[in-house]
């Protein structure tokens, strides 16, 4: 998503000299953002899937669209879009991300009978659950490369990569930790395959330092010959046993949008 959340075998810098985990593990991060530079634009199509820890179900459909911002010192902007069922539609969440800067959120929220509503997301409650899924706000945002800082942990084996190739991947393991202020998040542990810097897996760790959730990805398809997208992407909650499965129908690129679709103006129409 960016954001929440979108990334082979590269030369590291400094390659023949001696690295200090920290400067592997920033190189590892800027090389997975590099790859994914250049979409400019996208529309995606999903199924939010919500369960509780007795099995029960609830079901959402939504589009998320994505401007990339390649300015320094910006980030992506986004617009979550909810299309059903009847009492979350119309719902939207616009996210304008920064680095260091508290991220600019809003939420449009829809009143029967009566025109809705805008309202600003507050910094300090960006840990929170958004729409009662197991992705918080700032999980909403695009994870770019200056949000952190990076230490590089160890290699290991780390499944098929999800992609239907049936080959197996190594995968780097990159902690990373929030430079931003009001984080809900200590640190987060990324598993990075080599062979093409996708994103696998990522553990999310509260202020305590405890597990709080564990995000998989799977099913990636590549886009435009250069883009991967993880069609299957599942959070755990390790402490509710609540669950989120964000399954992706659908991704177009390059249709066209513009800032002016990211606006709180455009939030009332959006669709």
Not at 100 to 126: C, F, H, T, V
Not at 220 to 233: I, S, T
Request: proline share 3%; glycine share 8%.
């Amino acid at each position: 998503m960016a954001a929440l959340l979108m990334a082979g075998f590269f030369v590291l810098p400094h390659q023949g000299m001696t690295q200090t985990a920290e400067e592997k593990g920033l190189a590892i991060a800027e090389e997975a953002d590099r790859r994914d530079s250049g979409f400019g634009d996208s529309v995606a199509e999903l199924q939010m899937i919500l369960s509780n820890r007795q099995g029960k179900i609830s079901r959402r459909e939504l589009k998320i669209k994505t401007l990339e911002v390649p300015e320094e010192g910006l980030g992506d902007k986004s617009l979550v879009i909810f299309d059903q069922p009847r009492d979350v539609k119309g719902t939207v969440l616009l996210t304008h991300s920064k680095i260091l800067e508290p991220d600019d959120q809003w939420m449009y929220l829809p009143a029967l009978g009566q025109k809705g509503r805008i309202k600003r997301i507050d910094s300090r409650n960006k840990s929170g659950p958004f729409m009662g899924s197991e992705f918080a706000y700032e999980d909403m945002s695009s994870r770019e490369v200056g949000k952190y800082s990076y230490k590089w942990l160890r290699d290991e084996p780390c499944g098929d990569g999800g992609d239907g190739s049936g080959g197996d991947l190594e995968c780097f393991v990159v902690e990373s930790y929030p430079l931003y202020e009001d984080s809900g998040y200590s640190k987060l542990i990324n598993w990075i395959d080599k062979q093409e810097y996708r994103f696998q897996k990522i553990e999310f760790y509260n202020r305590r330092g405890d597990l709080l959730k564990t995000l998989t990805f799977s099913d990636y398809r590549k886009y435009l010959d250069k883009f991967w997208r993880a069609h299957d992407m599942y959070m755990v909650n390790a402490l509710t046993g609540k669950t989120t499965r964000l399954l992706w129908s659908r991704f177009d690129f390059r249709v066209g949008l513009e800032e002016r679709d990211f606006t709180r103006q455009r939030m009332q129409t959006a669709k």
